[in-house]
């Protein structure tokens, strides 16, 4: 499990609009992607080397592949990263405010302390 790659992933997803909708309308596909494309360039792997220690798992894997903030909150991904990523895929599915809305009802069973989020 890594949680600096988790984070990495929503990070660099929210920052390019195309992965933004590439990532909503085929999230499985977009996880195989980066998880081959942009991981080992983030972590400095060069000529071809790959990172061996540093990947997603399958959990997380799936978390991502099924747009699951719930499960990847409390994988340890970052809420602020989790937050604004949805939000940019999803927010004009709903009313103004209904994501967030949504959001903090589907963590509300989270109570304090949150799970860690250090990397």
Same mark, same amino acid.
């Given at each position: 499990?890594?949680?600096?790659?988790?984070?990495?992933?929503?990070?660099?997803?929210?920052? @390019?609009? !195309?992965?933004?909708?590439?990532? $909503?309308? %085929?999230?499985?596909?977009?996880? +195989?992607?980066?998880?081959?494309? #942009?991981?080992?360039?983030?972590?400095?792997?060069? @000529?071809? !080397?790959?990172?061996?220690?540093? $990947?997603? %798992?399958?959990?997380?894997?799936? +978390?991502?592949?099924?747009?699951? #903030?719930?499960?990847?909150?409390?994988?340890?991904?970052?809420?602020?990263?989790?937050?604004?990523?949805?939000?940019?895929?999803?927010?004009?599915?709903?009313?103004?405010?209904?994501?967030?809305?949504?959001?903090?009802?589907?963590?509300?069973?989270?109570?304090?302390?949150?799970?860690?989020?250090?990397?």
């Amino acid at each position: 499990m890594s949680k600096y790659l988790l984070n990495k992933f929503l990070y660099t997803v929210d920052r @390019d609009p !195309e992965l933004v909708e590439r990532y $909503r309308e %085929d999230p499985r596909a977009t996880v +195989a992607m980066w998880e081959t494309e #942009y991981a080992n360039r983030i972590l400095n792997c060069i @000529d071809g !080397e790959s990172s061996t220690w540093l $990947r997603f %798992d399958d959990v997380e894997r799936e +978390a991502l592949a099924a747009h699951d #903030y719930p499960a990847l909150f409390e994988l340890g991904a970052h809420p602020f990263l989790t937050l604004t990523l949805f939000i940019a895929m999803f927010e004009r599915d709903h009313e103004p405010m209904g994501f967030q809305t949504e959001y903090a009802r589907r963590l509300a069973h989270v109570s304090m302390p949150y799970p860690d989020i250090a990397t």
